[in-house]
């Protein structure tokens, strides 16, 4: 049975200490939180999501462009297929079930710096409980919320270890499904991001990956 | 890292370009927000307000098709009609004017919470109005580190007077889900830094550029 933790959505506007984004930018604040099976906080970190990569921007071109079935324009899957995407049904879909590691937030091993090509998790960390896995639960979210500055909501997902042994994580991807009728379903990376150093989730304890999007005014 | 470069070109009745200016677009409303958290949630409803300031559920629709209106910016001229999406043989439409690159005289300081222009200038040819044309898009371009496309729209001054444009943004379809309405969303608004005016028969050209960087 997977140990799964879900995080109730919720409203809310997180500041960071120091604030990560400039006004007139939208990107994503990633925090990362270890903590052991009585909720103790274990590891608590905080960072600037460096890399939306080209799939996000692809997506949303085709979304805002309105490229219908007619045209189509490709985009790179993470299978390392280019397909003929259009907008007519679902475009930009993260949400996922527990145990599912072709959508939503993805953890890995890998840890090559980000470029704008990428379109697949480096060295993806299988979703089981054997050594070097980890049990991936249902991806949740926190509803949109704004203050005076800043627009976000927020993207989450626990990474539990029962493996028997440490396991270190030293990447991160968003992964959206998309289903363009006529070349059915499909998943694209639109984030990827490595941790300097990584962190460690030792057995016994979940990891909680959150990615706030947020627009800066 | 998203962000968004604003372009403002002026030209006279003869098509010559007499002024260019470039300022950093800062103006991404909740609402762009909103609109990208349905896609990723994939919720049938969600509560966003419209650019007539009305709240209204709005979401996405698997078996319907309808999610392929929403975040929709591209545009045809003035009062052209806009397809938005379908629902069976039912085909969905909005008005051009109302998607697409706005200008406004407003000088009201962009907030997250802005759902319109604050003076918007109607399309026309009435004294305080200009005609809108399409909104269009260029190629996408993919320069590692960086990738980014333009939106762009003309508007051309038949009032008969100058016209002072202080305000421009982005307004976005979006379909309400249950009854399958198309409604406009104002995703991004900026106060331009200088005002442009803009004399009778000339041509203002507004261009957005989104870029990401890794």
């Known amino acids: ?217 | 890292m998203l962000t968004l470069k604003l372009a403002v070109k002026r030209f006279d009745k003869q098509g010559k370009l007499v002024e260019k200016r470039r300022q950093q677009g800062r103006s991404f409303t909740l609402n762009f927000i909103g609109l990208l958290y349905l896609f990723h949630y994939f919720i049938i409803t969600f509560t966003m307000k419209t650019v007539e300031g009305v709240d209204r559920d709005t979401g996405l629709q698997y078996s319907f098709r309808r999610s392929c209106g929403s975040l929709k910016v591209s545009s045809p001229a003035g009062l052209g009609g806009a397809q938005v999406g379908s629902e069976g043989n039912t085909t969905l439409w909005g008005e051009g004017q109302k998607v697409g690159i706005q200008i406004g005289t407003g000088v009201t300081a962009p907030i997250p919470l802005d759902y319109a222009m604050a003076t918007r200038i109607a399309h026309g040819k009435a004294a305080g109005q200009m005609e809108y044309g399409g909104t269009d898009f260029s190629d996408l371009t993919i320069s590692d580190p960086n990738g980014s496309f333009i939106i762009s729209r003309y508007f051309t001054n038949k009032s008969g007077n100058t016209i002072t444009v202080r305000e421009v943004g982005i307004y976005a379809h979006g379909v309400q889900g249950v009854e399958a309405e198309v409604e406009s969303f104002c995703i991004a608004r900026d106060v331009l830094d200088t005002p442009v005016p803009v004399a009778d028969n000339e041509i203002l050209k507004i261009s957005y550029q989104p870029q990401i960087t890794v």
């Open chain 1, 1 to 217: 049975m997977d140990n799964e933790l879900k995080v109730k959505p919720k409203a809310r506007i997180i500041k960071e200490r120091t604030p990560y984004l400039v006004a007139g930018e939208v990107g994503a604040i990633l925090e990362l939180t270890v903590r052991d099976k009585t909720g103790r906080i274990t590891d608590h970190r905080e960072m600037k999501s460096k890399s939306f990569v080209r799939q996000f921007l692809e997506l949303l071109y085709i979304q805002m462009y309105q490229i219908s079935e007619v045209t189509r324009y490709n985009v790179r899957d993470i299978t390392n297929t280019l397909q003929a995407w259009n907008n007519i049904k679902t475009i930009f879909d993260v949400t996922a079930a527990a145990n599912v590691v072709s959508q939503g937030i993805i953890v890995g091993t890998g840890t090559t710096p980000p470029t704008i090509d990428d379109y697949v998790i480096e060295t993806i960390i299988a979703h089981g409980v054997g050594a070097g896995q980890l049990q991936y639960g249902v991806v949740s979210f926190g509803a949109p919320t704004s203050d005076a500055t800043t627009s976000q909501f927020e993207i989450t997902r626990n990474f539990a270890n029962a493996s028997g042994g440490d396991v270190t994580v030293n990447e991160l991807a968003v992964y959206v499904e998309g289903d363009s009728y006529y070349e059915g379903l499909h998943s694209f990376m639109i984030i990827r991001d490595v941790i300097a150093g990584g962190i460690v989730v030792p057995t016994g304890q979940t990891l909680t990956v959150n990615y706030r999007e947020q627009a800066v005014i």
